[in-house]
């Protein structure tokens, strides 16, 4: 039973396309976010959702758009893809944003731009 | 400013011996939580352990220990006994508030590559 699961697991695509990652949590939490985890191996967030609502949203190109169709799932497409967007994709969870919670995370998303 | 600094980029140990990874961070706020998360090669991230600033006690968790001395804003992960497993990628993180609110982001050091040898 995955906590956390995000497909695809690795999406290679070429420069120019809009491509999606998908993202669902079983644990019941109510806060979601995104990161980014470049070449580097740095970390970083980009959104976080609660409850379907945004509550973080960090300087991140506009080409970049959540959405959150219910608590449990927060999904992130990527319009005109460039090739600075290759890098590794996570979503978390955690319980609730005002706690201090854990967070856990997916197993990422591998995305590759030629 | 660094908000949360690894200065170890590589650490070695032998199997079964224990290690530190350092940690420090920078905060104004009082209230802040630390973790530590590890990431094999397999490239998954994996909770292990979580400091808050107001606990009295270093955190523990199996294996894993937290160093965290408040003064001096460090919070380094022991590891005891380590075990060829332990080979992977350890992040330090710090959720703060900013303007008395965080909105739960995690904010993340730069990593230590730990090597186990037999």
């Known amino acids: 039973d995955t906590a956390v699961s995000q497909t695809p697991k690795y999406l290679v695509t070429q420069m120019g396309n809009d491509k999606s990652i998908k993202c669902e949590q079983n644990?019941?939490?109510?806060?979601m976010y995104w990161y980014k985890q470049d070449s580097k191996k740095f970390l970083k967030i980009m959104f976080s959702?609660?409850?379907?609502?945004?509550?973080i949203n960090e300087t991140v190109p506009n080409r970049f758009s959540p959405k959150s169709p219910d608590k449990a799932h927060l999904n992130l497409h990527i319009n005109s893809l460039e090739l600075g967007d290759s890098a590794v994709y996570f979503c978390?969870?955690?319980?609730?944003?005002?706690?201090?919670?854990?967070?856990?995370f997916g197993p990422g998303t591998r995305l590759l731009v030629l | 400013a660094q908000k949360i600094t690894q200065t170890q980029p590589g650490m070695f140990v032998q199997e079964k011996e224990a290690v530190t990874l350092d940690c420090t961070y920078d905060?104004?706020?009082?209230?802040?939580?630390l973790f530590w998360y590890k990431q094999p090669s397999s490239g998954e991230m994996i909770f292990l352990i979580y400091?808050?600033?107001?606990?009295?006690q270093n955190a523990t968790e199996g294996r894993y220990s937290l160093n965290f001395q408040k003064a001096r804003k460090s919070a380094n992960l022991v590891i005891s006994a380590s075990q060829l497993g332990d080979s992977a990628m350890y992040f330090c993180?710090?959720?703060?508030?900013?303007?008395?609110?965080?909105?739960?982001?995690?904010?993340f050091g730069q990593g230590t590559i730990l090597t186990v040898h037999p």
């Open positions: 978390a969870s955690s319980l609730n944003w005002l706690l201090q919670e854990t967070q856990y």
């Open positions: 993180a710090m959720r703060d508030t900013v303007g008395g609110t965080s909105y739960g982001k995690l904010t």
């Open positions: 400091q808050g600033s107001y606990d009295q």
């Open positions: 644990l019941g939490h109510d806060t």
């Open positions: 959702y609660n409850n379907k609502e945004l509550i």
């Open positions: 905060t104004s706020d009082p209230s802040y939580g």
